[in-house]
């Protein structure tokens, strides 16, 4: 009984885990999503796309932006040097 009332006695214990089943609930709909993308290819296809928005996030980059500037760029640009314009060297 001692354990299941510890969070009383340190008050940076919080009772419930919302925080981190907020932060893990776009994983999880995503993964639900992917069952019904029509195809294996159009799933990987999503999840790519997910991961590249992914990413702009972790660096603290505005994904519609980047998404934007990478379309208007990718036709005039060299396919030796595509990965340039991967997020994580976005502005660089």
Known sequence: MERLSIYV???RLNIDNNAVENSIRPVALDRRNYLFAGSHEAAERSGML???LGTCKMHGI???TWLKEVLH???DHPVNK???LLPHLYGK
Do not use: N, R, W
Request: proline share 7%.
């Open 9 to 11: 006695m340190d008050s």
């Open 50 to 52: 997910y991961s590249l």
């Open 62 to 64: 505005e994904p519609y």
């Open 73 to 75: 760029k990718i036709a």
């Open 82 to 84: 595509v990965h340039e």
